[in-house]
């Protein structure tokens, strides 16, 4: 677009999507090969700063009972 319309701005790839998206132009996104295999990374979601499927081992070494430091 760039070297066939020198004075005009280039869109981004994501606008043109967009675009074609909104109806805003001609063409349709079964006419895009590209546009069909294009994925996009899921969002990652916040779970308050824990992990949620972090597997639970048991108490901590320093949750031990007395008696068990003193076994031999």
Same mark, same amino acid.
């Given at each position: 677009?760039?070297?066939?319309? $020198? =004075?005009? $701005?280039?869109? %981004?790839?994501?606008?043109?999507?967009?675009? /074609?998206?909104? &109806? +805003?132009?001609?063409? %349709?996104?079964?006419?895009? $090969?590209?546009? +069909?295999?294009?994925?996009?990374?899921?969002? @990652? *979601? %916040? @779970? &308050? &700063? *824990?992990?949620? *499927?972090?597997? @639970? +081992? =048991?108490? %901590?070494? #320093?949750?031990? $009972?007395? #008696? /068990? #430091?003193?076994?031999?």
């Amino acid at each position: 677009f760039k070297r066939t319309m $020198p =004075g005009y $701005p280039c869109p %981004s790839t994501p606008t043109v999507y967009r675009y /074609i998206d909104q &109806g +805003l132009l001609d063409i %349709s996104n079964i006419d895009l $090969p590209m546009k +069909l295999k294009r994925r996009r990374n899921k969002r @990652h *979601h %916040s @779970h &308050g &700063g *824990h992990a949620l *499927h972090k597997k @639970h +081992l =048991g108490n %901590s070494i #320093e949750q031990r $009972p007395k #008696e /068990i #430091e003193d076994r031999k």
